[in-house]
């Protein structure tokens, strides 16, 4: 059983390494900045009977994630973690700018050396999952909520997507595109087909179709519809063709493009931009699936999607029923700072840093390091 399994089953209160598999360098201070390293040296010399406590906080209104990460992180490679004070929030936890999310008290030689690692990861995981947040919450400003299928396997490097799924799940995604991006809470990546099947079958949409129908015939059938740049016409192709076998289309018109549609009802144009996946083009399109008997099939629109046009879509109740969305959730524009607020029970901070308590901070119990 995934350890996110136990998670909401109560059975255990944060992921451990079991779910991280940390990279072992981590403790030969391979991912640190050499600084780090230095100073740990030298107070091992110099204070070796230190206490400090650190905390981190961020500058904006966020969906907090990476927190048990983090702790995973210093239970893993600490020197004696069993001896650290850890007090945390817990992922998809609301923050505002300046919060305190998390603070580590001990010898700072035992767990300094993290400091940058620490930031990285919550800077990261809380852009995404705040990301996929707004996402998502734009995509219910209509009223009703429209999934989000999270798609962004093309936009960042592979070794990411573990980390990226788990944040944008937490940010409210439970559809994504790759198993990488469900491998920490216990899903599948879902999908139907790319343009590439299509090109396989020569431009033919109704063939690739039944090809993938064929071959995975207990998936729910989702045709992609804008190889040919003639969405509605394909759509009603396969349509025809399926039935109450076809689940859905999928649109992913460039931004360049301006669908056949148009240019044969150019009578229409002028008013707006029909570039790419437009409102005017779902219209059309959901009327002539409607007229023609098929109001089953849902629509999902991909390609350049960010919460900006998702909110603009719905303000306009643009019949869209999904939206997959990649390169915009894995911007990242959070970042968190760790400061060193108190010294053996006294105030000391650079200036403009002070410690900042938190009451809904939690204690972290230390239960061993999950290797």
């Known amino acids: 059983m995934k350890e996110i399994a136990l998670k909401l089953n109560g059975e255990i209160s944060r992921l451990t390494n079991k779910t991280f598999k940390f990279d072992e360098r981590v403790a030969e201070g391979w991912f640190s900045a050499v600084y780090f390293l230095k100073t740990r040296d030298i107070v091992k010399s110099h204070l070796p009977d230190n206490k400090v406590t650190m905390q981190f906080f961020q500058k904006d209104h966020a969906v907090l994630c990476g927190t048990d990460e983090v702790i995973a992180l210093i239970h893993t490679f600490a020197d004696h973690p069993e001896e650290l004070e850890i007090h945390s929030l817990k992922d998809g936890d609301k923050i505002s700018p300046y919060e305190t999310v998390l603070t580590v008290t001990g010898p700072y030689q035992y ?13 990261r995981r809380t852009s995404v999952a705040t990301n996929v947040y707004n ?21 960042d490097h592979f070794t990411q997507q573990s980390g990226d799924g788990y944040s944008a799940f937490i940010g409210g995604s439970t559809a994504q595109a790759t198993h990488a991006m469900n491998e920490w809470w216990g899903k599948e990546g879902m999908g139907t087909m790319p343009h590439a099947l299509i090109q396989m079958f020569k431009g033919d949409v109704v063939a690739a179709t039944k090809a993938y129908h064929e071959q995975f015939p207990d998936d729910q059938l989702m045709a992609l519809v804008d190889y040919n740049n003639d ?19 999928r649109l992913d018109t460039s931004r360049n493009l301006v669908d056949k549609y148009f240019l044969r009802n150019q009578h229409l144009m002028g008013t707006f931009d029909p570039r790419g996946v437009n409102p005017e083009l779902i219209f059309a399109l959901r009327r002539a699936l409607d007229q023609e008997g098929f109001r089953h ?29 990649g390169g915009s959730l894995l911007k990242i524009g959070i970042g968190f700072t760790g400061d ?13 840093r002070r410690f900042k308590p938190n009451p809904r901070l939690e204690y972290v119990e230390y239960t061993g390091s999950a290797e």
Request: zero cysteines; proline letters at 2%; aromatic letters at 8%.
């Open 111 to 123: 767990f300094g050396f993290l400091e940058g690692i620490i930031d990285g990861i919550l800077a």
């Open 135 to 155: 996402v998502v919450k734009a995509a219910r400003s209509s009223g009703k909520q429209k999934p989000i299928i999270f798609m962004g396997d093309r936009d």
């Open 231 to 249: 969405v509605i016409t394909d759509s009603l192709h396969v349509a025809r063709e399926f039935g109450e076998e076809l689940k859905g289309v």
């Open 297 to 325: 099939v849902k629509i999902v629109v991909s390609g350049g999607f960010t919460k900006e046009r998702i909110r603009a879509f719905e303000e306009k109740k643009v019949p869209v029923d999904m939206y997959g969305v």
């Open 340 to 352: 060193n607020v108190i010294i053996d029970g006294e105030a000391e901070a650079k200036e403009g």
